[in-house]
T-cell receptor, first 112, second 114 residues
Framework: EAQVTQNPRYLITVTGKKLTVTCSQNMNHEYMSWYRQDPGLGLRQIYYSMNVEVTDKGDVPEGYKVSRKEKRNFPLILESPSPNQTSLYFC???????????FGSGTRLTVV | AQSVTQLGSHVSVSEGALVLLRCNYSSSVPPYLFWYVQYPNQGLQLLLKYTTGATLVKGINGFEAEFKKSETSFHLTKPSAHMSDAAEYFCAVRKSGGYNKLIFGAGTRLAVHP
């Protein structure tokens, strides 16, 4: 089944403790993105990647890092999480610019 | 800068009634436009998209949307609402100058009552 898989689905952590949210897609898509969803704000892009080793900042990149060493994986790294990063995070992938994204099921992160 | 405005954060309709969810966008270039649906505790699912060609696009689950350049709108409609349509709907526009960067509206939560 074609899908984007994120792990974990739920995560509670403490301020300052580094964490990684994994994302993997099995569709051989070139484009991948990370979004965060907050009530009343819709989804905002954190980072995106056009291919292996090619990444760029989205609209809200502060406090996040990404890497794209393999085509299928696009992990999101929070080096020092803070409470304002409490949110619902989505990874997504796309074959082409005009195709629209396929989204993962989301990771609900709480930073206390 | 591109932006997307969804009028009405909450819309409530009766089962069998017309569904109309409004989306207006701003874009300095011909846009790619998308509608996504999010069911509770799930990711977003692509409903339909407009890239080029026919301005009336049909999507899944009986939804359709019409691209109106003069009105900078891309409203989503369905002739007859079903209880299973209750969800949150997001309109999005591809951001110019960046590959596959989508800008989303704030979302509209659709409630369907018997």
């Amino acid at each position: 089944e074609a899908q984007v898989t994120q792990n974990p689905r739920y995560l509670i952590t403490v301020t300052g403790k580094k964490l990684t949210v994994t994302c993997s897609q099995n569709m051989n898509h070139e484009y991948m993105s990370w979004y965060r969803q907050d009530p009343g704000l819709g989804l905002r892009q954190i980072y995106y990647s056009m291919n292996v080793e090619v990444t760029d900042k989205g609209d809200v990149p502060e406090g996040y890092k990404v890497s794209r060493k393999e085509k299928r994986n696009f992990p999101l790294i929070l080096e020092s999480p803070s409470p304002n990063q409490t949110s619902l995070y989505f990874c997504a992938s796309s074959e082409r610019d005009s195709y629209g994204y396929t989204f993962g099921s989301g990771t609900r992160l709480t930073v206390v | 800068a591109q932006s997307v405005t969804q009028l009405g954060s909450h819309v409530s309709v009766s089962e069998g009634a017309l569904v109309l969810l409004r989306c207006n966008y701003s874009s300095s270039v011909p846009p790619y436009l998308f509608w996504y649906v999010q069911y509770p505790n799930q990711g977003l699912q692509l409903l339909l998209k407009y890239t080029t060609g026919a301005t009336l696009v049909k999507g899944i689950n009986g939804f359709e949307a019409e691209f109106k350049k003069s009105e900078t709108s891309f409203h989503l409609t369905k002739p007859s609402a079903h209880m299973s349509d209750a969800a949150e709907y997001f309109c999005a526009v591809r951001k110019s100058g960046g590959y596959n960067k989508l800008i989303f509206g704030a979302g509209t939560r659709l409630a369907v009552h018997p």
